[in-house]
């Protein structure tokens, strides 16, 4: 069997299980190439294969619970509370935080090493619970060229495997967390993002303050965070928008600076560097 004629096979297989689905953040109807049981088997599948390529886990059991402890409480306001999420810290210094399909997230050291306080922490990781909560990246497989990214997804759903190019676990690994997602994908995961803190007691202005910190990083030099999350217009304006429209007479909300010192940033100060880069 010809590569082309395998990728065919893989692709009509893949569409069989093409459906309506409704996106829960605004309600509006798409067509969703694989269902959420889909999602979750992707995950657990990949997510072993993620954390080996990224320096595996930060060797620090109170900051991996701190971290989880803080997206499990947003992940319980959001629009799929009973879904089964995990929050991993990965010993990697680039400036990341990304998701796979199921609920499995992921921040970096260096991501975790700018950050400052409890809500800032909350925004980033909010954020990449809308993303997957509204299946973004079943979008960004669909605007993929080439070996398309619904290839990549149908290829790590089926474990099938195309002759002279099998993508590996590792290889598919790489080409689902690198997705890109689109403007509109990010304004959503921003502003919902943001109402997600909010219910679960947070300071909005966390959000602010953790996208400011990108944009001036990004400014030094082009983070990976912003290889995947493209930088919308006027995002500062617009979150800024919401809270003074929504959230402006906000009060006791969580900061959390005394605990994201003591839970992370105390923790990584005597942390040894990955052997990975």
């Avoid at 403007?183 to 007691?201: N, P, Q």
């Amino acid at each position: 069997m010809s590569k082309k004629l395998a990728l065919l096979i893989l692709a009509v297989s893949f569409c069989f299980y093409a459906g309506c689905a409704v996106n829960p953040i605004t309600g509006e109807k798409r067509l969703m190439m694989i269902s959420e049981q889909q999602d979750f088997e992707i995950g657990r599948q990949y997510a072993p294969e993620v954390e080996k390529e990224m320096g595996g886990r930060i060797d620090n059991v109170s900051l991996q619970n701190y971290v989880d402890n803080v997206g499990q409480r947003i992940a319980r306001v959001s629009h799929k509370p009973y879904w089964d999420y995990h929050f991993v810290a990965l010993n990697d210094k680039s400036i990341n935080a990304f998701a796979l399909p199921g609920g499995y997230i992921f921040i970096t050291r260096g991501m975790l090493k700018k950050l400052t306080t409890e809500a800032q922490l909350a925004g980033i990781l909010a954020h990449e619970i809308v993303h997957v909560v509204a299946r973004h990246y079943a979008a960004a497989a669909s605007r993929e060229t080439g070996e398309s990214g619904i290839m990549v997804l149908a290829a790590a759903l089926s474990g099938a495997k195309v002759p002279r190019g099998a993508l590996q676990a590792a290889d598919l690994a790489r080409q689902i967390v690198g997705l890109r997602y689109s403007r509109a994908d990010e304004r959503e995961a921003d502003l919902a993002g943001l109402d997600y803190m909010v219910a679960a007691g947070y300071n909005p202005y966390g959000s602010i303050e953790s996208m400011q910190m990108l944009e001036r990083e990004d400014a030094v030099r082009p983070i990976e965070f912003f290889s995947t999350h493209p930088d919308p217009q006027n995002r500062l304006a617009y979150l800024n928008g919401r809270i003074q429209t929504r959230y402006g007479t906000f009060g006791g909300l969580r900061t959390g600076k005394e605990d994201y010192r003591k839970f992370v940033l105390e923790p990584l100060a005597k942390l040894k560097d990955s052997k990975k880069p």
